[in-house]
Protein backbone atom coordinates (compact mmCIF):
# COMPACT_ATOMS: atom_id res chain seq x y z
CA UNK A 1 0.00 0.00 0.00
CA UNK A 2 1.33 3.49 -0.68
CA UNK A 3 0.61 6.64 1.12
CA UNK A 4 2.18 10.10 1.71
CA UNK A 5 3.52 11.60 4.83
CA UNK A 6 5.13 15.25 4.84
CA UNK A 7 4.19 15.09 1.41
CA UNK A 8 6.34 12.18 0.47
CA UNK A 9 5.53 9.35 -1.18
CA UNK A 10 5.87 5.49 1.01
CA UNK A 11 4.91 2.36 0.59
CA UNK A 12 4.24 -0.35 2.97
CA UNK A 13 5.26 -3.85 2.03
CA UNK A 14 4.49 -6.96 3.61
CA UNK A 15 7.18 -9.73 3.48
CA UNK A 16 8.74 -13.35 4.66
CA UNK A 17 10.87 -13.00 7.54
CA UNK A 18 13.58 -14.42 5.81
CA UNK A 19 13.17 -11.84 2.90
CA UNK A 20 13.40 -8.51 5.88
CA UNK A 21 16.62 -10.28 6.85
CA UNK A 22 18.16 -9.98 3.62
CA UNK A 23 17.24 -7.01 3.39
CA UNK A 24 18.74 -6.17 6.73
CA UNK A 25 22.08 -8.11 5.86
CA UNK A 26 22.66 -6.50 2.22
CA UNK A 27 22.50 -2.70 4.17
CA UNK A 28 24.68 -4.27 7.30
CA UNK A 29 26.61 -5.53 4.17
CA UNK A 30 26.73 -8.95 5.41
CA UNK A 31 26.95 -12.45 3.37
CA UNK A 32 23.72 -13.73 2.07
CA UNK A 33 25.05 -17.02 3.82
CA UNK A 34 24.30 -14.78 7.35
CA UNK A 35 20.59 -14.27 7.17
CA UNK A 36 19.68 -17.75 8.71
CA UNK A 37 22.17 -16.86 11.49
CA UNK A 38 20.54 -13.80 12.70
CA UNK A 39 18.58 -15.01 15.81
CA UNK A 40 16.69 -12.04 15.80
CA UNK A 41 13.23 -11.42 14.42
CA UNK A 42 11.33 -8.38 12.62
CA UNK A 43 8.12 -7.54 13.37
CA UNK A 44 9.02 -4.48 10.70
CA UNK A 45 11.19 -1.90 9.50
CA UNK A 46 11.40 1.25 8.32
CA UNK A 47 13.57 3.04 6.10
CA UNK A 48 13.60 6.29 6.09
CA UNK A 49 16.51 6.55 2.98
CA UNK A 50 13.52 4.41 1.07
CA UNK A 51 10.82 5.84 1.84
CA UNK A 52 9.64 2.62 2.88
CA UNK A 53 8.03 0.26 5.80
CA UNK A 54 8.39 -3.78 5.95
CA UNK A 55 6.19 -5.82 7.81
CA UNK A 56 6.35 -9.77 8.83
CA UNK A 57 3.80 -11.03 6.62
CA UNK A 58 3.17 -14.03 9.03
CA UNK A 59 2.24 -11.59 12.35
CA UNK A 60 -1.36 -12.12 13.34
CA UNK A 61 -3.17 -9.28 12.76
CA UNK A 62 -3.65 -7.57 16.03
CA UNK A 63 0.42 -7.90 16.30
CA UNK A 64 0.30 -6.50 13.06
CA UNK A 65 -1.59 -3.65 13.45
CA UNK A 66 0.61 -2.33 16.84
CA UNK A 67 3.79 -3.28 14.33
CA UNK A 68 2.91 -1.13 11.90
CA UNK A 69 1.64 1.90 14.56
CA UNK A 70 5.26 1.71 15.70
CA UNK A 71 6.91 2.04 12.30
CA UNK A 72 4.88 4.47 10.95
CA UNK A 73 5.45 6.62 14.54
CA UNK A 74 9.30 5.96 12.95
CA UNK A 75 8.00 7.30 9.47
CA UNK A 76 6.78 9.87 11.18
CA UNK A 77 9.43 10.85 13.57
CA UNK A 78 11.84 11.15 10.18
CA UNK A 79 9.56 13.26 7.83
CA UNK A 80 8.45 15.91 10.68
CA UNK A 81 11.18 15.92 13.11
CA UNK A 82 14.81 14.47 12.66
CA UNK A 83 16.83 11.84 11.85
CA UNK A 84 19.46 12.27 14.42
CA UNK A 85 19.82 10.37 17.83
CA UNK A 86 18.03 12.21 20.37
CA UNK A 87 17.01 11.09 24.07
CA UNK A 88 13.00 12.34 24.36
CA UNK A 89 11.74 13.36 27.47
CA UNK A 90 8.48 12.31 28.76
CA UNK A 91 6.58 15.50 27.49
CA UNK A 92 8.28 15.05 23.82
CA UNK A 93 6.89 11.54 23.53
CA UNK A 94 3.48 13.21 24.68
CA UNK A 95 3.66 15.35 21.73
CA UNK A 96 4.55 13.10 18.98
CA UNK A 97 1.59 10.81 20.19
CA UNK A 98 -0.44 13.52 20.20
CA UNK A 99 0.67 15.48 16.76
CA UNK A 100 0.83 12.15 15.08
CA UNK A 101 -2.03 10.18 15.94
CA UNK A 102 -4.97 11.38 13.35
CA UNK A 103 -2.24 11.14 10.66
CA UNK A 104 -1.12 7.37 11.79
CA UNK A 105 -4.39 6.39 12.73
CA UNK A 106 -6.05 7.33 9.28
CA UNK A 107 -3.25 5.13 7.50
CA UNK A 108 -3.46 2.02 9.55
CA UNK A 109 -7.37 1.87 9.25
CA UNK A 110 -6.81 2.53 5.21
CA UNK A 111 -4.16 -0.01 5.59
CA UNK A 112 -6.55 -3.13 7.15
CA UNK A 113 -9.74 -2.07 5.46
CA UNK A 114 -7.95 -2.30 1.72
Not at 1 to 22: C, G, H, S, T, V
Not at 81 to 110: G, P, R, W
Request: proline residues 2%; hydrophobic residues 30%; glycine residues 2%.
Amino acid sequence: MKFKMNDLNWEIRELPQYAIKEKMNKRKNKDEDDVNSISERYYGVTFNDELLILLDCDLPEDRKRKTLIHELTHCYIGCYMTHLEKNYIEEDIADIISNSFDIIKKIVEKYFKD
